[in-house]
């Protein structure tokens, strides 16, 4: 019997053992009050308590203040340009399957110039946990109106107050095809805003998360509401969904039963206007991941590998005058070079 050493033993147990520590790099440069810190809290927690080990985890962002996420975890990152972070992410997702890969976004990288990608990435529906940043409003460009902004919004761009309705990212994305997985959490509540982000990570599929956070320093007052008043937010529950305690029931007692299998009511949820739905709206696990539709076991083998290389090369050949016919069209330039080789 392969008896392990003690000395082995406690480097295998320290290995697969994490602290916060592991997880957080340098010290994050959002305002004071901020609630992307509230986010990064969560996120970092997630890593510790899921022990995700940092060199196979990749966080990937656009631009904005919540793209500097990656910054400050020490794991791989990708801070990429402006409304890019999903087709990086998906990139990265397809290349390397076994890494998990998560994507920091915010309301104006997302919704509005990576509207597109946004929309597609729901429909890959590959294996990644996406988190809107929503703090409804372009905050490291020094306040714009974005598409989430309410209407009325004084901004830069909109100096008399914005005059449309604001984009839902709910009703969005729980409207694309192939959706797996959408739930809403708010920055102030890190208890919900924990579990929330622990489900949409457990879930096999693309998870969209949009977590409305605070922006004090260019919309300092706009949540007041929903801060101040309990019943202005409703938080969601089911046995299917999650479990709150006794604590949050206590003081969020506007409560909603509601089966996240059940796509039309979570529609109407996500449709409400004057409270706030806390939860997961949608989960539908038998959605399949894209990169397990393009990635069977027989199609990652080195030899079918090679013979895919070769017909793609196959396609820019340049053949010489009259060399095209002692060749067969299906295997190409191998067999052309086998030939000439010969000759
Ligand atoms: Fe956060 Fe707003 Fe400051 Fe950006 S400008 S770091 S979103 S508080
Ligand atoms: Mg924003």
Same mark, same amino acid.
């Given at each position: 019997?392969?008896?392990?050493?003690?000395t082995?033993?406690?480097?295998q147990?320290?290995?697969e053992?994490?602290?916060?520590?592991d997880y957080?790099?340098?010290?994050p440069?959002?305002c004071?009050?901020?609630?992307?810190?509230?986010?990064?809290?969560a996120?970092?927690?997630?890593?510790r308590?899921?022990?995700l080990?940092?060199?196979k985890?990749?966080?990937?962002?656009?631009?904005?203040?919540s793209s500097r996420?990656?910054?400050y975890?020490?794991?791989?990152?990708?801070h990429?340009?402006?409304?890019?972070?999903l087709p990086?992410?998906?990139?990265?997702?397809m290349a390397r399957?076994d890494?998990?890969v998560?994507v920091n976004?915010?309301d104006?990288d997302?919704?509005s110039?990576?509207?597109a990608?946004?929309i597609?990435?729901?429909?890959?529906?590959?294996?990644?946990?996406?988190? %809107? =940043? !929503?703090? $409804?409003i372009?905050? /490291?460009?020094?306040?714009?109106a974005s598409?989430t902004s309410?209407? #009325?919004?004084?901004?830069n761009?909109?100096?008399?107050g914005?005059?449309?309705?604001?984009?839902n990212?709910l009703?969005v994305?729980?409207?694309?095809q192939?959706?797996?997985?959408?739930?809403q959490?708010?920055?102030?509540?890190?208890e919900?805003l924990?579990?929330?982000?622990k489900?949409?990570?457990?879930?096999?599929?693309?998870?969209?998360?949009?977590?409305?956070?605070?922006?004090?320093e260019?919309?300092?007052?706009?949540?007041d509401?929903? %801060? =101040? !008043?309990p $019943?202005?937010?409703? /938080?969601?529950?089911?046995?299917?969904?999650l479990?709150l305690s006794? #604590?949050?029931?206590?003081?969020?007692?506007?409560q909603l039963?509601h089966?996240?299998?059940?796509?039309?009511?979570?529609?109407?949820?996500?449709s409400?206007?004057?409270?706030i739905p806390?939860?997961i709206?949608?989960?539908?696990?038998?959605?399949?991941?894209y990169?397990?539709l393009?990635h069977?076991?027989?199609?990652?083998?080195?030899?079918?590998?090679?013979?895919?290389?070769n017909?793609?090369?196959?396609?820019?050949?340049?053949?010489?005058?009259?060399?095209?016919q002692?060749?067969a069209?299906?295997d190409?330039?191998r067999?052309y070079?086998?030939?000439?080789?010969?000759n």
């Amino acid at each position: 019997m392969n008896m392990m050493s003690a000395t082995e033993c406690l480097l295998q147990m320290s290995d697969e053992h994490f602290e916060l520590e592991d997880y957080q790099s340098g010290v994050p440069r959002w305002c004071t009050g901020c609630g992307d810190n509230a986010i990064l809290a969560a996120v970092q927690r997630l890593c510790r308590d899921e022990g995700l080990r940092p060199e196979k985890t990749v966080f990937v962002s656009g631009i904005g203040c919540s793209s500097r996420f990656p910054h400050y975890m020490k794991t791989y990152g990708f801070h990429g340009i402006h409304g890019r972070a999903l087709p990086v992410a998906e990139g990265v997702k397809m290349a390397r399957p076994d890494l998990t890969v998560f994507v920091n976004t915010g309301d104006g990288d997302c919704c509005s110039i990576g509207a597109a990608h946004w929309i597609h990435a729901i429909r890959y529906n590959m294996n990644i946990t996406v988190f %809107l =940043h !929503d703090n $409804q409003i372009y905050g /490291l460009t020094k306040k714009q109106a974005s598409p989430t902004s309410p209407i #009325g919004t004084k901004s830069n761009t909109t100096p008399r107050g914005s005059y449309l309705e604001a984009l839902n990212p709910l009703t969005v994305t729980l409207g694309v095809q192939n959706v797996s997985f959408v739930a809403q959490a708010v920055d102030w509540i890190p208890e919900l805003l924990f579990d929330i982000v622990k489900a949409a990570y457990h879930h096999k599929g693309l998870s969209f998360v949009r977590i409305i956070q605070r922006c004090p320093e260019w919309l300092p007052k706009s949540l007041d509401p929903w %801060l =101040h !008043d309990p $019943q202005k937010v409703q /938080l969601l529950n089911h046995e299917n969904g999650l479990q709150l305690s006794a #604590g949050l029931s206590r003081v969020y007692k506007n409560q909603l039963q509601h089966d996240p299998s059940d796509i039309n009511r979570a529609r109407e949820i996500a449709s409400g206007h004057d409270t706030i739905p806390v939860g997961i709206l949608y989960r539908n696990p038998a959605v399949p991941c894209y990169e397990d539709l393009r990635h069977s076991d027989k199609l990652r083998t080195p030899d079918l590998t090679r013979a895919g290389l070769n017909a793609e090369l196959d396609k820019y050949t340049v053949w010489p005058q009259g060399a095209e016919q002692k060749v067969a069209q299906s295997d190409g330039a191998r067999r052309y070079r086998m030939h000439t080789a010969r000759n």
